[in-house]
């Protein structure tokens, strides 16, 4: 198609001719420029841009203006500027100006042409199918935030307008993200597809499909793994506890897993873990919440103790929380005998004072709640640390002896490193039970007999 010149306006055409207008306009913006070469084409590149924003304008303004006969130039057009294979990640920053300014106004066409009021997806089914929504998955990869977040919105309509892809949509999120998790470990566009099944989850009718409660299992909670878990992590514990809403059942599984994957190494993804688990306890029901207070309160007593001052304050600061106190409280016979003992260890060693005035806050308020007990625990963890002292006395007392004893000097001529002594003489003169002796076999060396006999 000619780009050396601008076409007539659509709005300036007679009402009649518009649609045809439109569709010559569709067709012209299929070509595609090389915008890596700045100075290229630049009248044509122009052009294209102009014919863009005018469709956009007046299939956003003009009722009406989504005949049939345009549905199949859209998809076409759309398909023609936004499939492409995706270069490479170079490792550096990914550089805006790099990228064709075309596309941002494709995107913006395209999901004009999704919000309109004319638009039917009885007659969009013909055009977009499940080949097209693949080929939008394989862009969630793009290093561009500004195009998956485009992506992001597209295929969100997509999903709430054609109910005959909503379960191989789903399906083929699962997959890229088993991919990622056990293949790849690696894939840009993973923060953005858990928002879209943030709002999908949201919307799932009650009780939960047995196939919703095995995704969530078998795929949404393994993305708890991968090294790169801080750029989605706010959007992967938004689902999770879209999911304990929906069923508060579930909490036991979210929790075993959490502790399954619980980082060792890294304070910074331990410190997302102790947030996302502060989220699910502030919507937890009382009944689920027993159910998991040992696991819970184990692996919270460990972050207490944790040399890291940021992983040890996250987890004091859940007693700043009102609820969770609350669930504290009711169940404090429980969760005090597993906390105690690290909370007045740490009071004594910890370096970190902040940490130190913390606990004695903590211990503060277990005094509050349940005097007795804390006295209980409190002479049973001296006692404790007593029997401890003594043993630790008696380790040193057996090595201090060890240390004095005297060793016989070794012989460096004769250092009798081997025995001299022949095998045979060791054998007659070893000493054995009485009524047991060595006897030479009765029988010939065929026989199975036994060559120990009794007397």
């Known amino acids: 198609y000619d780009f050396t010149t601008k076409r007539t306006l659509v709005a300036d055409a007679p009402a009649t001719e518009q649609s045809g207008l439109v569709i010559q306009k569709l067709q ?45 130039e ?57 080949r ?9 990869d793009s290093e561009d935030p500004r195009e998956r977040d485009f992506l992001k919105t597209v295929l969100h309509r997509i999903y709430g307008k054609f109910l005959g892809l909503r379960a191989f949509i789903r399906k083929q999120i699962n997959n890229m993200f088993l991919s990622f998790v056990f293949e790849t470990d690696s894939f840009n566009g993973v923060g953005e597809l858990l928002e879209i099944l943030g709002s999908i989850i949201n919307g799932f009718a009650l009780p939960l499909k047995q196939e919703h409660k095995v995704f969530l299992v078998k795929v949404l909670l393994p993305l708890h793994k991968p090294r790169c878990l801080s750029l989605y992590h706010a959007q992967l514990a ?66 207490v103790s944790s ?29 005090m005998p597993i906390m105690f003992p690290a909370l007045y260890r740490i009071s004594k060693e910890h370096w970190n004072q902040t940490i130190v005035a913390l606990v004695y806050n903590v211990l503060k308020t277990f005094m509050e709640m349940n005097g007795k007990l804390f006295d209980e625990l409190t002479a049973n963890y001296k006692l404790e640390r007593q029997k401890e002292k003594r043993k630790e006395k008696e380790r040193e007392d057996l090595w201090k002896r060890l240390a004095a004893v005297e060793l ?48």
């Open 307 to 335: 040399p890291h001052f940021q992983v040890a304050e996250r987890a004091l600061y859940f007693w700043n929380n009102e609820y969770i106190l609350s669930l504290i409280e009711e169940n404090s016979s429980q969760v």
């Open 238 to 303: 938004y689902c999770v506890v879209q999911f304990i809403e929906k069923d508060s059942t579930l909490t036991p599984q979210v929790f075993d897993a959490l502790l399954k994957f619980w980082p060792r190494t890294c304070s910074a993804k331990e410190v997302m873990f102790l947030g996302e688990v502060e989220e699910i306890l502030d919507i937890i029901e009382p009944e689920q919440f027993k159910k998991i207070i040992e696991p819970l309160f184990k692996q919270l007593a460990k972050c």
């Open 408 to 455: 016989n000097p070794p012989n460096d001529r004769d250092p009798h490193i081997l025995s001299k002594t022949p095998l045979t003489n060791f054998m007659t003169k070893r000493e054995l039970p009485a009524g047991y002796g060595l006897i030479a076999p009765a029988n010939s060396v065929g026989d199975k007999s036994s060559n120990f006999v009794r007397r």
């Open 132 to 140: 097209f929504v693949l080929n939008l998955l394989d862009l969630f």
């Open 74 to 130: 859209v998809i076409k057009m759309v398909s023609k500027n936004i499939f492409r294979v995706l270069p490479p990640s170079d490792n550096s920053e990914f550089d805006p100006e790099e990228d064709e300014p075309t596309l941002e106004l494709v995107y913006e066409l395209f999901l004009r042409f999704l919000e309109s009021p004319d638009f039917q997806a009885t007659v969009g089914k013909k055009y977009i199918d499940q």
């Open 28 to 72: 012209q913006c299929q070509k595609i420029f090389d915008f890596y070469d700045p100075v290229a084409q630049l009248k044509s590149k122009e052009i294209k841009r102009a014919a863009l924003n005018e469709l956009i304008d007046h299939i956003t303004t003009v009722k009406g203006a989504i005949t049939e006969l345009i549905y199949p």
